[in-house]
C-alpha cells in the first residue's frame, strides 16, 4: 500500500519530518481516487456509486456480532436499521426491480409481520401502514381510523359498489341511484324512485366525492343499535334507520337488517309492502 508522509518547512525554511502533537493537522475535505465508498465518522459515502457496487463491507458492534455485505447481495439487504424511523423521499416513485422466481430475489421485500390482528394505532397517525397477521394469514392496513383486513375471505363477507355522493353522506345511511352512478339519501315519505333502496354507506362523503355503498354483508362503525332487533328505512328522516315499525298510510315498509352488535348491522335489504292505514 502506497504509503503518504507529511513535511513541514522549519525557520530556516528547510523541510523536516512531523514529529510533534503541536505539527498534527486536521483534513477538511478529501478526495478518493476512482470513486467508491469510503466509511467516515458522518456514514457511508458512496462517491457518486450505486449501493450494489459497495463490497466487502463489515459493521462490527463490540457488543454483537457484526453484519457483513456478502458477494451477490446488495449492502442494504444486509445492513438492519433498528429502533428508528427511516423515510425514504422520492421525486417520482420508490421502484423495485424484476426479480425471477429465486429464493435470493422473491426475498427482497417483507411485510413487517404480527402475530395475531393489529390493534393499536401508528405512532404519526397517518394512511397506508401495512402488517401480515401471521397468525391468521391475514393482511391489514391502517386507513387512518382502524385496521382493515384485506384478506380475500374478509373482502367476501360485503358486496360493496363505488358511487358518487350526490350530497352529504353518513356511514350507516340508506342511499338510492338519484342520477347516473350517484347516489343521495333515501326518503320513503315521498314515493317515486326515492324508496328504491339499493344499499348503505360503508364510508361517508360529502357531495360529488365517492362513497361506498354495500348491498349485503355487515357495516361496522355504527352506533346505539340493539343487537337482535331488526331494522327499517325511518320514513320521518332521509337516510336514517329505525327498529320500530313505520306507520303511516302510504309509506313503504322496507327492511335493511339486523343488529349485529351495538355496532354492526347484518344488511338484509328486502321491501317488505306498501302501508295501508
Same mark, same amino acid.
Given at each position: 500500500m502506497a504509503q503518504i508522509k507529511l513535511l513541514k518547512i522549519n525557520a530556516t525554511g528547510l523541510p523536516e519530518e512531523m514529529n510533534s502533537t503541536a505539527d498534527d493537522?486536521?483534513?477538511?475535505?478529501? !478526495?478518493?481516487q476512482g470513486g467508491g465508498a469510503v466509511l467516515s465518522? !458522518?456514514?457511508?459515502?458512496?462517491?457518486g456509486d450505486n449501493i450494489s457496487d459497495a463490497g466487502d463491507l463489515a459493521f462490527?458492534?463490540?457488543?454483537?456480532d457484526g453484519i457483513t455485505r456478502t458477494d451477490g447481495t446488495h449492502a442494504a439487504d444486509d445492513i438492519m436499521f433498528q429502533d428508528a424511523e427511516n423515510v425514504m423521499a422520492s421525486g417520482a416513485a420508490v421502484l423495485f426491480? !424484476?426479480? !425471477? #422466481?429465486?429464493a435470493d430475489q422473491v426475498d427482497a421485500f417483507r411485510l413487517?409481520?404480527?402475530?395475531?390482528a393489529p390493534s393499536?394505532?401508528?405512532?404519526?397517525?397517518?394512511e397506508g401502514y401495512l402488517v401480515w397477521d401471521s397468525t391468521n394469514d391475514n393482511l391489514y392496513a391502517w386507513d387512518g381510523s382502524a385496521w382493515s383486513n384485506l384478506s380475500i375471505v374478509e373482502e367476501a363477507q360485503r358486496t360493496c359498489s363505488e358511487y358518487t355522493a350526490g350530497e352529504t353522506i353518513a356511514i350507516g345511511e340508506v342511499v338510492?341511484?338519484?342520477s347516473a352512478n350517484t347516489v343521495s339519501l333515501a326518503d320513503i315519505s315521498n314515493g317515486g324512485n326515492t324508496d328504491y333502496i339499493v344499499g348503505m354507506a360503508s364510508t361517508g362523503n360529502t357531495a360529488s366525492n365517492p362513497v361506498k355503498i354495500c348491498s #349485503?354483508?355487515?357495516i361496522s362503525g355504527l352506533s346505539g343499535l340493539t343487537a337482535g332487533d331488526r331494522y327499517f328505512v325511518d320514513n320521518a328522516t332521509a337516510g336514517a334507520i329505525t327498529n320500530t315499525v313505520p306507520t303511516g298510510a302510504g309509506n313503504r315498509l322496507i327492511q335493511v337488517g339486523f343488529a349485529k352488535s351495538t355496532t354492526e348491522l347484518h344488511l338484509q335489504i328486502q321491501f317488505i309492502g306498501k302501508r295501508a292505514v
Open positions: 493537522i486536521t483534513l477538511n475535505s478529501y !478526495t478518493v465518522t !458522518t456514514g457511508l459515502d458512496m462517491n462490527t458492534d463490540p457488543t454483537s426491480p !424484476t426479480v !425471477t #422466481d429465486n413487517p409481520a404480527l402475530a395475531g393499536a394505532t401508528p405512532s404519526d397517525g397517518g338510492y341511484i338519484s #349485503d354483508g355487515v
